[in-house]
């Protein structure tokens, strides 16, 4: 069996305690696994890797990229060998997390419908630039309930994201749409 070798580049995000690790190529077709403590992380051999240094708050694997969060109390040089480690699980072949499965539309409102399109095309990829994603939960009389992972759930701006951008992007679009909320 022939590795391929893996080439993995660090981007700043705007959470100041976490990293975008940029892997050049696709480790999940569609969504997130996002792991913030060592116990939700067994599930992955990758994730709980990370957690067996003290350092790493959170771990989120996103289509082509891995998002470290250190405590904030820590150093990134307490952090930066985790990148080897990612290197060579990546470059292994071993399964490194479970498969993850589409998220269901049936049962969906056509309003749902339209703000899941808006969310997939036009907020997660720009979510998910800065090393992070949003997750859809809910739309009620007007409220749309979101979450936000990664480096984008902890960002000292994620308040800022989801009124100044996300909230008037789809009240923009989707007229019934009234208001954001974060859970």
Not at 30 to 56: D, H, Q
Not at 78 to 84: I, R, T
Not at 132 to 140: H, P, Q, T
Request: proline residues 5%; negative net charge; contains cysteine.
């Amino acid at each position: 069996m022939s590795t391929q070798v893996v080439t993995i580049s660090a981007e700043a995000t705007p959470n100041p305690n976490t990293v975008k690790l940029n892997v050049g190529r696709v480790l999940l077709e569609r969504g997130v696994l996002n792991y913030t403590s060592r116990e939700r992380a067994e599930e992955s051999l990758l994730a709980s890797k990370m957690f067996e240094n003290e350092a790493i708050a959170g771990v989120m694997i996103g289509r082509d990229f891995i998002s470290l969060t250190k405590k904030p109390e820590a150093e990134w040089a307490d952090v930066a060998p985790e990148v080897d480690t990612i290197r060579k699980l990546l470059e292994s072949g071993e399964k490194l997390f479970p498969e993850k499965t589409a998220e269901p539309d049936e049962a969906t409102s056509e309003i749902e419908r339209r703000i899941r399109e808006v969310l997939d095309r036009d907020i997660r990829p720009a979510v998910a630039m800065d090393g992070g994603d949003i997750e859809f939960y809910s739309f009620d009389d007007g409220v749309v309930t979101l979450h936000l992972q990664g480096a984008c759930g902890s960002c000292p701006s994620s308040a800022l994201t989801l009124k100044m951008g996300v909230e008037n992007r789809l009240r923009q679009l989707i007229p019934e749409v009234k208001e954001v909320m974060q859970i």
